[in-house]
């Protein structure tokens, strides 16, 4: 494992705060979907490391994952182009996003550039909650103006 942009004590930090042991697999898998700024789906996060670590499965990556759901220090959302896939993304601050139609980009959206006021008349414990935009990316956009010239 060699160490780049994200320091593998920083990620023991992140880890041990919220109470996760450090194994070497755990360590690996959260320092690529950091590395790699989220939105990914397990099996992109597979594809990545599986030569730098062989004995490291996709079965091993989904309940790595997911045990990181459960501790907090991701989040997942069922997202993609055409919504089939469950993606994960290690910003856990509140946030939304905006998912182009035509190649499946998924941007941050700021949680307060978007007004949520309805949310405060749903009755019931709210833990957290997120807006999807499904539309055109600006680059997708540009592409096809330039079809049409």
């Known amino acids: 494992m060699n160490e780049s942009k994200t320091s593998v004590e920083s990620i023991v930090l992140a880890l041990k705060e919220k109470g996760i042991k450090s194994t070497p697999q755990r360590i690996y898998i959260y320092k690529k979907v950091k590395e790699m700024h989220g939105h990914l789906t397990a099996e992109e996060i597979y594809q990545k490391i599986k030569d730098e670590i062989p004995s490291l499965s996709l079965s091993t990556v989904y309940r790595t994952l997911r045990y990181f759901e459960e501790k907090g220090i991701i989040n997942s959302m069922m997202a993609s182009k ?63 103006e330039k079809k049409k010239h």
């Open 82 to 144: 055409d919504y089939g896939l469950t993606v994960f993304d290690t910003n856990t601050s509140p946030h939304h996003h905006f998912i182009c139609r035509v190649c499946g980009k998924i941007e941050d959206i700021e949680e307060k550039s978007i007004k949520v006021n309805f949310v405060k008349s749903i009755p019931g414990k709210k833990e957290k909650f997120s807006v999807i935009i499904k539309g055109v990316c600006s680059d997708c956009e540009k592409k096809s």
